[in-house]
């Protein structure tokens, strides 16, 4: 399998999954009987710290995601995957993981940065297609 399919696996686990720790810190802030219903807002309780931030950092990644798959999905079914294409989508993988990890743990240069970086790599690709 081409590395950038392999990426584009990757990036979807990681987009399947990353909603787990919200969940967890849901769980810890709203309690289990909460989760189980309608999920209804809590008056007076919200969401904070680290789960807040993974809750933000998912939905950077649902927000950046998509541009990632048209652009494998592009350059794949046209032929154009090359060595900077497989590089680029490596470093991408590891930018959107590092970025969830900092964002979680509150390192605001780090997210910066990955995210910068994504961001960049995601157009990089994308220009690529055309």
């Not at 090359?82 to 993981?97: F, K, L, P, W």
């Not at 970025?99 to 940065?113: E, L, P, Q, T």
């Not at 157009?123 to 055309?130: E, G, R």
Request: with cysteine; net charge positive.
């Amino acid at each position: 399998m081409q590395t950038e399919y392999i990426s584009l696996t990757i990036m979807t686990l990681l987009f399947l999954f990353a909603w787990l720790p919200v969940s967890i810190g849901k769980v810890k802030t709203f309690g289990g009987k909460w989760a189980n219903s309608n999920r209804d807002p809590i008056l007076g309780k919200e969401l904070t710290g680290w789960a807040a931030r993974c809750e933000r950092a998912h939905n950077n990644l649902k927000d950046n995601f998509p541009g990632f798959i048209a652009a494998i999905l592009i350059l794949g079914q046209t032929g154009q995957f090359d060595t900077g294409t497989a590089i680029a989508s490596i470093i991408y993988v590891i930018s959107r993981i590092a970025h969830y990890i900092f964002y979680g743990i509150g390192n605001v240069s780090g997210r910066a940065f990955s995210y910068i970086l994504g961001l960049f790599i995601n157009v990089y690709l994308l220009i690529k297609c055309f």
